[in-house]
């Protein structure tokens, strides 16, 4: 239920934005150009002084607006928010994102106070809050948008739903995501949350069908809400992968993150408990993070541990050949048939062992032939391809067979590839053909450890 | 001694090109095709079949060659090699780079049998010998370079050594510093190892005067060669920094390392012991190697523990204090006088603490104005200086004074950023002021440990 009651932050019919402004520089003028620029519904400013703002009709107070928003965003001054929304209780709106700061993250009393005030209107009234002090909703697809800095490039849309308890990391990271070219369903930083907070969510996103991927950065949870999450978490984990990234892991690290958002960052042994009990996948690093994102957006499943490399490089070959081994995957040493098969169509001075190095003479047909055997076989379960297009005969023609190939067999077939603009362009045939591309070895087996960890656990539970 | 001998193969006057060809796609074409374009002395191509190749005159045999060229580089069918080398023994030659394969890594009586020739051969007229089955030296200073992979893009010239065991995984790693921008000294691949290898090289590159920084991809030494190496290590880094990354350190990575280059990768606990003895920083990845090449090239040591963190964004000064901290830095809580004096000059929502905070609001002027207090303790042995450019306010106009700083003070600045074309942009003027910049925070801290390890180590040795 509260679930659906969240659909108006992600799919409202109209929207408020209360301290809408011309003025170029401020938050209510970034925030209506956004939602201008990209909201299909009905918008109406808010604002004492002004009549029209950027060619829409602006309402002098919020009892005037000449319908109940589904949605109000709140950009005024701290003092002035507590009776806003309570106008906008009376006009019977029941979703409110408020990016006015000057609450309890001040410090000081006065802030407190108010924030009391928010939450005692916001139960009277049954308003559901984002907020204060955040940068509340980026939806791409319906258009909702307040993330109100206009040095943020907007990621493509896409599958990825993310929760941050930090306002400037999720700015940084959709640019960063646009930049890499990452699809974005919806991205949510909360603040102080009064009401809306990280389980909500992602028991939102959970059952969101945009959403494929959920990625959450969490400083602290609130002190009663360990059990909803672990229970929510575990339902939603069974439908798609959860990612969260903790910080404040150590206890210094934790002072600063009580310093940054009040949160008590908490005993980081028993936030892991949680994330294991509950399917929930641990990034340890920026790295891991994303890494972990991109690989699930794009394989499947991993039915076993078994993993084949196929390289053109040997160093390479037996650097991954470490990097899986730490993991724990199984690289099974080349069975008679296969050592058979691979014989007869490879030149005698490649190596048939796992890693099957082709060599730096290899062709695309050397690879197509290989990994063909490779997929169709039932004792592979993972597919790595290393392809150093520095390589003379290497033209990156296989490619598109192999998104053929991994479309059959149903298999994780992932890549790696060093170099510069020769193998940026190998990379970006691989992502295109839906290959999930790495140029470190030891950062591939880490993604992959996190798939197959996590497919085991859902094939364990549906089978339970 | 041997060090002083390996000069002929960096720095020679004259080279002949055995096996040099006019045939595009050929290895002596493209051989030939480098020395024309950057060799700055005599090139002599040897190649029974013509009179002329690409302009210069070719000589039909080598016993025809005007002069004994201080280098010979051999690129013909392995089966020749012995007699070319003896011939060039002969005439006086005493440095020669084998590329031809063919020998010992075919696994035949036949290729083992023409490898201990070549050895013969080269004891007995005191030739030195790099290869065979290599792909040799690319220098960035002298032009020579047999690196024979057109598709390889040349880093620029600079002060990275590099030696490894791989040649693919050296030609991917040259192209990859081409697109990153780091400069390149030398880079050697020695393949078979029959005579010269990763020892000699070490101590050749440790008395380079165009190498500041080593880096070894090692699959394993020679079994007779740890205690020269751990020798020869320990008088290096004393000067300075020798990274390895050391393939085959499981028993499974090792089992593919003996079918790639027939190394013996060892007992992995031993090469750390001798790493740690020796004063090498090893590099677990191929991130964390290039991480710590980078911030070698432009830091100075680091002379204590304590770092300070100052942050625009408080969910990534949590990421790194976690990071830090992991990695055995104290982040100091600010003593009273440096929060006073914060104090008068941030506005009083920014966070004093470390990390400090100076928030969302932020312009270069806050930035410059703590910086400074910073730089001048003398309780403060790093700074990191995380720059999310999305904040409207940050113009990186304080990059240039952090510059300035970095000299004054001669603590390691290292910085952050994560985004899209504008953090490139904010990346790009940091580096080009000698901050090196990271985008993971993990990677950051870790580079940064590196950093302090290495520093300890020299000054606890200088002491002694």
Redesign the interface.
């Known amino acids: 239920m509260s679930s659906e009651k969240l659909l108006e932050f992600f799919q409202p019919e109209s929207v408020a934005i209360i301290g809408a402004t011309p003025k170029e ?1 401020k938050v209510g003028r970034a925030i209506l150009e956004n939602f201008i620029k990209k909201f299909k519904g009905r918008i109406y400013p808010v604002n004492p002084q002004y009549d029209e703002i950027l060619g829409l009709k602006c309402y002098r107070n919020i009892k005037d607006l000449p319908e109940s928003p589904d949605l109000a965003v709140i950009a005024i001054p701290a003092q002035h928010v507590p009776s806003a929304l309570m106008e906008l209780g009376e006009k019977g709106c029941k979703a409110a994102i408020i990016i006015s700061g000057g609450f309890r993250e ?1 410090g000081t009393q006065e802030g407190a106070k108010l924030e009391n005030e928010l939450v005692e209107i916001s139960k009277k009234y049954n308003i559901r809050v984002i907020g204060p002090n955040c940068i509340g909703v980026f939806d791409n697809w319906s258009g909702v948008d307040t993330f109100f ?5 907007r990621p493509p849309r896409g599958y990825v739903g993310f929760i ?6 999720a ?3 959709m ?2 995501m ?2 890499h070219e990452i699809g974005v369903s919806r991205a949510i930083s909360y603040g102080n949350k009064i009401d809306v907070d990280d389980v909500d969510l992602l028991e939102f996103l959970g059952e969101d069908d945009k959403t494929r991927v959920i990625l959450m ?1 969490v ?1 602290g949870l609130k002190e009663n809400r360990g059990k909803s999450f672990i229970e929510t978490a575990r339902k939603v984990t069974l439908k798609k992968p959860v990612i969260v ?1 903790k ?4 206890s ?2 934790g ?3 009580s ?3 009040a949160a008590l ?1 908490g005993d980081y042994s028993v936030y892991r408990a949680a994330f294991k009990q509950a399917g929930v996948i641990e990034a ?4 891991e993070m994303m890494d972990v994102v991109r690989i699930f957006l794009d394989q499947p499943l991993m039915r076993g541990n078994r993993v084949y490399v196929v390289t ?8 991954l ?3 899986l ?2 993991n724990g995957f199984e ?1 099974p040493i080349t069975p008679p048939d296969l050592k058979e098969q691979l014989k007869r169509i490879l030149p005698p ?1 490649c ?1 048939v ?1 796992n ?1 099957i ?1 082709l060599t ?1 003479d290899t062709d695309d047909e050397r690879y197509i032939r290989v990994l063909d055997l490779l997929a169709k076989r039932d004792d592979v379960d993972a597919i790595v391809v290393v392809a ?5 005969g290497l033209k990156g023609t296989f490619i598109e067979y192999l998104a053929k190939l991994k479309k059959e067999c149903n298999k994780p077939i992932v890549a790696l590839t ?7 362009e190998t990379a970006r045939k691989l992502r295109e053909n839906g290959i999930t591309v790495f ?5 591939l087996a880490n993604a992959l450890k996190a798939l197959r960890d996590y497919s085991l656990y859902v094939i364990k539970h549906m089978v339970d």
Not at 164 to 169: D, V
Not at 388 to 392: C, F, R
């Open positions: 520089g001040t800095t206009t040095k943020m490039r941050s308890q930090s306002g400037a990391f700015t940084a990271l640019d960063w646009a930049y950065y400083e990234y910080a404040g892991k150590t210094r690290g002072r600063a993150a310093s940054h958002t960052a340890e690093s920026f790295d053109d490089a040997g160093g390479v070959g037996v650097m050949t470490d990097a081994t730490k690289l001075h190596i062992e890693p190095d730096g150093l297009p520095q390589v003379p060093i170099g510069s603009e020769v193998s940026m140029e470190s070895p030891e950062r």
